[in-house]
T-cell receptor
Framework: EPEVTQTPSHQVTQMGQEVILRCVPI?????FYWYRQILGQKVEFLVS????????KSEIFDDQFSVERPDGSNFTLKIRSTKLEDSAMYFC?????????????FGPGTRLTVL | AQSVAQPEDQVNVAEGNPLTVKCTYS??????LFWYVQYPNRGLQFLLK??????LVKGSYGFEAEFNKSQTSFHLKKPSALVSDSALYFC????????????FGTGTRLQVFP
């Protein structure tokens, strides 16, 4: 069964450093998402991406965040200058459609720890 | 504003007994509703969804959920719990026509005791 994969599984970085979280969505999916889950809190939407453009973003997704689909398979989330409060589990998801009828498939997550 | 409430942080049930994990939602339009399960150190796995049609939807691993529009609820149920069902369960809603994002509840930890 096809699945979303994410690398690395755990990333430790110093405050102020740049990090790139990588995701490989399911191959025939066209809609891509990033969510995050701060320890003990709910899963929060960050951004959605379709046709090489951001289609929606939350208030959390400020200028420090960016997303990119650099090739036909990868989808990345970049945090330019990490803060302590960016420590969280980051989930990538993909879907075959953007109308919400099809479910979003989630990857296993990348745990980001900012020291 | 869209929101999802899962009023119970934890649900405890004995193996073989029926289980219910509660979820209520608030959206401005029609909802698409989802349940996901998260096992330790794993991502969110899709269980089932309500889009339209029958209010009772069946999903993976014997789970089902009932959509109740008047009560704005979408409770997750299973007739006979297994120890292996122990996990964190998330309800999520999408506000149809307004957004592509999922709004998640805070999660309910299900503990099934042998």
């Amino acid at each position: 069964e096809p699945e979303v994969t994410q690398t690395p599984s755990h990333q430790v970085t110093q405050m102020g450093q740049e990090v790139i979280l990588r995701c490989v969505p399911i191959s025939n999916h066209l809609y891509f998402y990033w969510y995050r889950q701060i320890l003990g809190q709910k899963v929060e939407f960050l951004v959605s991406f379709y046709n090489n453009e951001i289609s929606e973003k939350s208030e959390i997704f400020d200028d420090q965040f960016s997303v990119e689909r650099p090739d036909g398979s990868n989808f990345t989330l970049k945090i330019r200058s990490t803060k302590l409060e960016d420590s969280a589990m980051y989930f990538c998801a993909s879907s075959a459609d953007g109308q919400g009828v099809r479910e979003q498939f989630f990857g296993p997550g990348t745990r980001l720890t900012v020291l | 504003a869209q929101s999802v409430a899962q009023p119970e942080d934890q649900v405890n049930v004995a193996e073989g007994n029926p289980l219910t994990v509660k979820c209520t939602y608030s959206v401005s339009g029609n909802p698409y509703l989802f349940w996901y399960v998260q096992y330790p150190n794993r991502g969110l796995q899709f269980l089932l969804k309500y889009i339209t049609g029958d209010n009772l939807v069946k999903g993976s691993y014997g789970f089902e959920a009932e959509f109740n529009k008047s009560q704005t609820s979408f409770h997750l149920k299973k007739p006979s719990a297994l120890v292996s069902d122990s996990a964190l369960y998330f309800c999520a809603v999408r506000d149809v026509g307004n957004t592509d994002k999922l709004i998640f509840g805070t999660g309910t930890r299900l503990q099934v005791f042998p």
